[in-house]
């Protein structure tokens, strides 16, 4: 029992305990490799329309910004970039993830990257009691309300998906 609580400390997690922040943990099966979000909320039951997932994007400056938006939803980086306040972002390549959040693909999460970076999650959260996002770490999805969110990433809710 010690042993399993101990598998699922990630960054993300350790955060949440320290801030006092209430969540739960969702664990699901890896091992068919579908891991995009879609997947993951059929797997874990979830309605699509709940379940989050963490893009991370770039501007010209090497400036790194997070956004958060439906699992099914596609980011309309227009409307990212006048969040973050710059003229034009494109996603941060696959092969810098890791190095640039500590984390990978599948299970990036908004809360404890290695670095803060400028979070925006997509006003459709505001509306739902609960939404799941990566707990930090493939299989592990954490469910929390969309404001706690906000408050443990220091996020603020603006529109982000393509109409």
Same mark, same amino acid.
């Given at each position: 029992?010690?042993?399993?609580?101990?598998?699922?400390k990630?960054?993300?997690?350790?955060?949440?305990?320290? $801030?006092?922040?209430?969540?739960? &943990?969702?664990?699901?099966?890896?091992?068919? $490799?579908?891991?995009?979000?879609?997947?993951?909320?059929?797997k874990?039951?979830?309605l699509?329309e709940? +379940?989050?997932?963490?893009l991370?994007a770039?501007?010209?400056?090497?400036?790194l910004?997070?956004?958060?938006? @439906?699992?099914?939803?596609?980011?309309?980086?227009k409307?990212?970039?006048q969040?973050?306040?710059?003229?034009?972002l494109e996603?941060?390549? &696959?092969?810098?993830?890791?190095?640039?959040?500590?984390?990978v693909?599948?299970?990036?999460?908004a809360?404890?990257? /290695?670095r803060?970076y @400028?979070?925006?999650i997509?006003?459709?959260?505001?509306?739902?009691e609960?939404m799941?996002?990566?707990?930090?770490k493939l299989?592990?999805?954490?469910?929390?309300? @969309?404001?706690?969110?906000a /408050?443990?990433?220091?996020? +603020?809710f603006v529109p982000?998906?393509?109409?």
């Amino acid at each position: 029992m010690g042993k399993q609580k101990k598998q699922v400390k990630t960054n993300a997690v350790r955060m949440l305990d320290s $801030e006092g922040i209430a969540y739960e &943990l969702i664990a699901y099966d890896i091992d068919d $490799e579908l891991l995009d979000g879609v997947s993951v909320a059929e797997k874990t039951g979830q309605l699509k329309e709940t +379940v989050f997932k963490t893009l991370v994007a770039m501007a010209y400056a090497k400036e790194l910004f997070v956004f958060l938006i @439906p699992v099914a939803a596609e980011l309309d980086l227009k409307k990212a970039a006048q969040a973050a306040g710059v003229k034009k972002l494109e996603m941060l390549p &696959l092969k810098d993830l890791t190095k640039e959040t500590g984390y990978v693909r599948g299970g990036c999460s908004a809360i404890g990257m /290695k670095r803060k970076y @400028p979070t925006f999650i997509d006003q459709s959260a505001e509306k739902l009691e609960d939404m799941i996002v990566s707990a930090g770490k493939l299989g592990l999805q954490m469910k929390l309300s @969309p404001t706690a969110l906000a /408050k443990a990433a220091d996020a +603020v809710f603006v529109p982000l998906m393509k109409e």
